[in-house]
Every structure is written in structure tokens, then in C-alpha cells.
């Protein structure tokens, strides 16, 4: 599958069937998110997966979306290292969360590319991941993405495309026009 055809293809996933990941589908996808491009090639991310049943209960219960983390048969929690990048966006917010962003898109659609599905959830009790996993200080994390095979094809969640707004409503050349 190439790149345009995943990132078309590519829904957030709703339900898991129960089989295990592959270990070597794991590291596939984990390594794209290691190759994704960052600011002065700093790489402030870290990846932890989770696939201990109960760790992914303890995780399940530090979110609001907990039935799809311990559903899932892995969970793949990913952090920022904020020593590791100094950098800010235009003088004014911390560049590490969007090159972990962009890290975890790149591991999403190199998911979808292998036939997995994953969901990106963001609310989470940060002190709780925190406890779960002996996170130290300075360690950041940005998000808990449950991993596996989707149930019909990924079905349930709005199809590519759908609800998005036109090109017209975001694109503009030479000048900000809205």
C-alpha cells in the first residue's frame, strides 16, 4: 500500500479483535515512527508497549476511553523527552509534542499499511500513565494509541474523508485571507 492510499484508508479503529500483534508487525510500525523527521533531528520520543493484560487494565482506568485500551492487544503509550529538545515553535510553545505528533502519525499509517488499526487517544490522567509505567520526571506522555487487528475492516468510525472540509476552506496562496 503506498503512502496517499494509507493515509485515505487510515480510521481512527473502534474495535479490536483479540488477536495478538505480531511481533515483527510491532517493530514495523514502531520504526517508522523512529524515522520520523523532528526538529534539529532531536528525536524527543519514546515508545512503550504495553501488552500485560493488567497494565493495560491500570491504563484502561486512567482514561475516559479505557474500554478500547484494554481491549485492545497492545497498547502503544508514547512519551516526549523534554531535555531532549530545547526548541521552540516562534518563541513561544515547546516543539516536542508536534514532533511527537508527527512520530505517531507516521506509526499510524505504517499500521493501517500492515492491515492494523489504532486509535490516538489524548485524554488520559497523566499522573496515573505516569504511575502505571514508573515514568520519571521530564518525560512527557503525549498519548496512549491501542494497537491491533480492527473488526470489520475498522468499520464504525467515519469513513476517509467524510466531514472534512473542502479545500477551498483551508488553502490559500500568498496571503492569509480568512
Known sequence: MDVLEAIRSFRPCLQYQPRPVPPELL???LSAARLA???RNLQPWRFVVVQDDERKRLLAQASNRGKLIAEAPAVIVAFAVEE?????IGGY???YPLDVAVAINLLQLAAVAE???TNWI?????DKVRA???????IHPIAVIPIG????GGAGAKAPGEGRKSPDEIIAYNEYPW
Not at 531532549?84 to 521552540?88: G, Y
Not at 489524548?122 to 497523566?126: G, L, P, R, S
Open 27 to 29: 517493530k514495523t510500525v
Open 37 to 39: 523527521p523532528s526538529q
Open 84 to 88: 531532549d529538545i530545547p526548541v521552540t
Open 93 to 95: 510553545i515547546s516543539a
Open 115 to 117: 492491515g492494523l488499526g
Open 122 to 126: 489524548i485524554e488520559f490522567h497523566e
Open 132 to 138: 502505571v509505567l514508573h515514568v520519571p520526571e521530564g
Open 149 to 152: 487487528f480492527p473488526v470489520n
